[in-house]
């Protein structure tokens, strides 16, 4: 049997993007090989089920920015292949896309399975092979550049070109270590935080936005503002999946045991101080759970934050001594709560690690080390923070080496 002319180990973002791409570029024989028996499994939960299959940031030089590993690397690939032209190719292809507010970009009907379909379908219109449940165990190259590649249950497929798109699973790397090369130890990123603190799951479900949150580590502290989400078990939203993107290995050196500090108020010190003097002086006679120093604080919230000071929430605000006012500045300035652990954010979790970028040339996602091997997605040590930033990359660095594929002799 005549080998393939480009096999793709991995069946999922990265993956049909770098075999369409191919595809639609002049390339025949293509292969998809999913060792599962789904595809696309990470796209189908993303985002509740949604799908944010980007972010709507249009100008590669800031697009770089929400990349903490890797973003530098990928500067000349976005100015090839960035945001809006992965808005554009869905489009063009029938998906209709929809920008929301905090720019993260879903389809209209909000649900991921129509991202699925969409790939599925343009892969197949192309006549590109697609098997599941082939788990890729060894990869061998013969003397005559043809690579060979053999499942768990030994079956074989050849081919003259392959690409790992395996995204975080350890066999992706072990298979790319066996080809020559190195791997960034992987690390987890985006999580969530698990405390210990007495009572914070009353709040649970509590959500406020732009919060400022404070990571401090032995050497080094972590800063970030954005939305707040409490859990039952401690603390998640946009602003701690972030922060836990950009700390990543420092927090695993650490093994997730740090202090958060959380500042609930906007206002400076001294305007904090103000603001809680004229309730005492005006609003003397009411109770300080009707009457909230930072409005954007729930009342649950309010009365856990009340708690954990000592300060009864009927309490009024004429009655608060001095020593009593200067707790709840405190507290709503400098919030601190011992973090025991991480959580793991189910829909997005990604790894920080992977195949060294800098044995790849990123002009043709080609390996350095292994010609005729390629890598797109997760499976390099690239990793971006929440808000459809991983898959951005894993559809730039796919159809970047389905371009270079096409332009090789078959």
Not at 209 to 232: A, P, S, V
């Amino acid at each position: 049997m005549e080998p393939f002319d480009l096999a793709v180990v991995g069946g999922g973002a990265a993956g049909f993007m770098t075999a369409i791409t191919a595809a639609e570029n002049g390339v025949k024989k293509i292969i998809i090989l999913e060792g599962t028996s789904k595809l696309m499994e990470k796209v189908r939960i993303s985002g509740g089920g949604r799908c944010n299959v980007t972010n709507a940031t249009w100008i590669p030089n800031e697009l770089i920015e929400n990349y903490p590993r890797g973003g530098i690397k990928l500067l000349e690939s976005f100015n090839r292949f960035a945001a809006g032209d992965v808005y554009d190719w869905f489009e063009k292809k029938g998906l209709k896309l929809k920008i929301e507010e905090d720019l993260r970009v879903f389809p209209v009907s909000n649900s991921s399975s129509d991202v699925i379909d969409c790939l599925r379908k343009s892969a197949l219109s192309k006549n590109v092979e697609i098997i599941t449940k082939f788990f890729v165990k060894e990869i061998s190259k013969t003397p005559d550049n043809i690579f060979n590649i053999f499942s768990l249950k030994k079956a074989k497929v050849t081919s003259k070109n392959i690409i790992l798109s395996t995204g975080g699973n350890p066999s992706g790397y072990k298979l790319a270590q066996n080809l020559g090369h190195n791997i960034v130890k992987p690390v987890p990123s985006l999580f969530t935080f698990a405390t210990k603190e007495p009572n914070l799951d009353e709040c649970s479900g509590v959500s406020i936005k732009g919060i400022d949150i404070e990571i401090k580590l032995k050497n080094k502290n972590f800063q970030n503002r954005g939305d707040l989400l409490i859990t039952h078990w401690g603390f998640s939203g946009p602003v701690v999946l972030k922060l836990s993107s950009i700390a990543a290995r420092e927090l695993y050196s650490q093994k997730y045991k740090f202090n958060l500090i959380i500042k609930w108020s906007a206002l400076s010190y001294e305007e904090l101080k103000e603001k809680v003097n004229y309730l005492r002086l005006n609003k003397g006679k009411v109770n300080l759970i009707n009457s909230r120093p930072v409005p954007l604080l729930t009342k649950r919230l309010w009365i856990f934050l009340l708690n954990k000071i000592g300060i009864e929430k009927e309490k009024k605000w004429g009655d608060l001594l001095a020593d009593e006012r200067e707790k709840m500045i405190n507290i709503l300035m400098k919030d601190k709560y011992i973090i025991s652990g991480k959580g793991q954010f189910g829909e997005e979790f990604v790894t920080s690690g992977g195949v060294k970028i800098n044995e790849v040339n990123f002009k043709s996602m080609e390996s350095l080390i292994c010609p005729g091997l390629f890598f797109s997605g997760e499976v390099l040590d690239v990793d971006g923070i929440t808000g459809g930033f991983n898959f951005q990359h894993c559809w730039t660095s796919g159809w970047i080496a389905g371009m270079a594929v096409s332009k090789l002799k078959h």
